[in-house]
T-cell receptor, first 113, second 113 residues
Framework: EAQVTQNPRYLITVTGKKLTVTCSQN?????MSWYRQDPGLGLRQIYY???????DKGDVPEGYKVSRKEKRNFPLILESPSPNQTSLYFC????????????FGPGTRLTVL | GNSVTQMEGPVTLSEEAFLTINCTYTATGYPSLFWYVQYPGEGLQLLLKATKADDKGSNKGFEATYRKETTSFHLEKGSVQVSDSAVYFC????????????FGSGTRLSIRP
């Protein structure tokens, strides 16, 4: 089944404790992206990747890192999480750009205390 | 810069009512326009898209027409069902930067039986 998977689905952590949210897709898509969803703000793009080893900042990249060492994986890293990073995070992929249909993962709800 | 503005929710309708969710955009160039739908507890799914002026996207009884003169992409459905209850997001991908996607804030739709 074609899908985007994220792990974990739920995470409660404390300020400053490094964490990684994994994202994997099995559709051989070149483009992958991370979003955060906050009430009243919709989805905001954090980082995106056009292909392996090619990443770029979205609209809200501060406090986040990403890597794209393999085509299928695009982990989101929070080196020192803060409470303002409490949010619902979505990973998405598409064939070769954001102009194509994006397939979204199920989401990761993160709480930083 | 590029932006998307959606009508604020929540929107509550009775089954079989006519639905309109307004979406207007600001963009340089000729963006592609999308409607995504998010059912409870799930990631977003593409509902429909239009890539050039006067194109009409349609799917599952929903329609939206790309109006360049009014910079709008309103979502409509002639007769809504309880199963249409979800959050709807309007989004654009600017031609000049197909990698970056801008989402609206989302409109929550609830349908009463």
């Amino acid at each position: 089944e074609a899908q985007v998977t994220q792990n974990p689905r739920y995470l409660i952590t404390v300020t400053g404790k490094k964490l990684t949210v994994t994202c994997s897709q099995n559709m051989n898509h070149e483009y992958m992206s991370w979003y955060r969803q906050d009430p009243g703000l919709g989805l905001r793009q954090i980082y995106y990747s056009m292909n392996v080893e090619v990443t770029d900042k979205g609209d809200v990249p501060e406090g986040y890192k990403v890597s794209r060492k393999e085509k299928r994986n695009f982990p989101l890293i929070l080196e020192s999480p803060s409470p303002n990073q409490t949010s619902l995070y979505f990973c998405a992929s598409s064939l070769n750009s954001g102009n194509n249909e994006q397939f979204f993962g199920p989401g990761t709800r993160l709480t930083v205390l | 810069g590029n932006s998307v503005t959606q009508m604020e929710g929540p929107v509550t309708l009775s089954e079989e009512a006519f639905l309109t969710i307004n979406c207007t955009y600001t963009a340089t160039g000729y963006p592609s326009l999308f409607w995504y739908v998010q059912y409870p507890g799930e990631g977003l799914q593409l509902l429909l898209k239009a890539t050039k002026a006067d194109d009409k996207g349609s799917n599952k009884g929903f329609e939206a027409t790309y109006r360049k003169e009014t910079t709008s992409f309103h979502l409509e459905k002639g007769s809504v069902q309880v199963s249409d209850s979800a959050v709807y997001f309007c989004a654009l991908s600017a031609y000049s930067s197909a990698s970056k996607i801008i989402f609206g804030s989302g409109t929550r739709l609830s349908i009463r039986p």
